[in-house]
């Protein structure tokens, strides 16, 4: 089945305390997202990437970084987290740019 | 600056009741622009594609259609099952990868 698998599906963790969320596709996709999701501000786009070893920042990168070794993983680090990085987050792949995305069922983060 | 608004926030509707959703954008390019459906606790669910001003796609019950300032996503004889929040998003030409969501709009259905 084709899909796009985040984990862990919910953490609670501390200020501080470093955390790696892992994004795996199975469908060969070229392009992968991260997004994060907060009430009355809607999805926005964390970080991109376009292929393996090409990444780019979104309209929110700062507290995260992202690497893409291989097609299939897009793993979103937080160094160190912060309260205000507590969120509902998305992972997203497509086949190539400009073609609709597959999202994961979201990693929801507490950050105490 | 690249903007993404959608309207109205909140739609209530009588099943049966047509109406339509409004997605403006301003980018100098587009590229493409994408609508999604997303229930509860679920990621967003792909529903269309537009790339161009006069473009129009249709699925059961919904037809998304795109002007060069906005689309509209009309959603005919609706059921209750219908009811999710629904997203816009844009691509712009020369901006790489970025992908501008608007804040949705919350559709419910009654029966």
């Known amino acids: 089945e084709a899909q796009v698998t985040q984990n862990p599906r919910y953490l609670i963790t501390v200020t501080g305390k470093k955390l790696t969320v892992t994004c795996s596709q199975n469908?060969?996709?070229?392009?992968m997202s991260w997004y994060r999701q907060d009430p009355g501000l809607g999805l926005r786009q964390i970080y991109y990437s376009m292929n393996v070893e090409v990444t780019d920042k979104g309209d929110v990168p700062e507290g995260y970084k992202v690497s893409r070794k291989e097609k299939r993983n897009f793993p979103l680090i937080l160094e160190s987290p912060s309260p205000n990085q507590t969120s509902l987050y998305f992972c997203?792949?497509?086949?190539?740019?400009?073609?609709?995305?597959?999202f994961g069922d979201g990693t929801r983060l507490s950050i105490l | 600056e690249d903007q993404v608004t959608q309207s109205p926030e909140a739609l209530r509707l009588q099943e049966g009741e047509s109406s339509s959703l409004n997605c403006s954008y301003t980018v100098s390019g587009l590229r493409g622009l994408f609508w999604y459906r997303q229930d509860p606790g679920k990621g967003p669910e792909f529903l269309f594609t537009?790339?161009?001003a006069g473009e129009e796609k249709e699925k059961e019950r919904l037809k998304a259609t795109l002007t060069k300032k906005e689309s509209f996503l009309h959603i005919t004889a609706p059921k209750p099952e219908d009811s999710a929040t629904y997203l816009c998003?844009?691509?712009?030409?020369?901006?790489?990868?970025?992908?501008?969501f608007g804040q949705g709009t919350e559709l419910s259905v009654k029966p």
């Open positions: 469908m060969n996709h070229e392009y």
């Open positions: 998003a844009v691509q712009e030409d020369n901006q790489g990868g970025k992908l501008i």
């Open positions: 537009l790339y161009s």
């Open positions: 997203a792949s497509s086949l190539r740019l400009n073609q609709p995305q597959h």
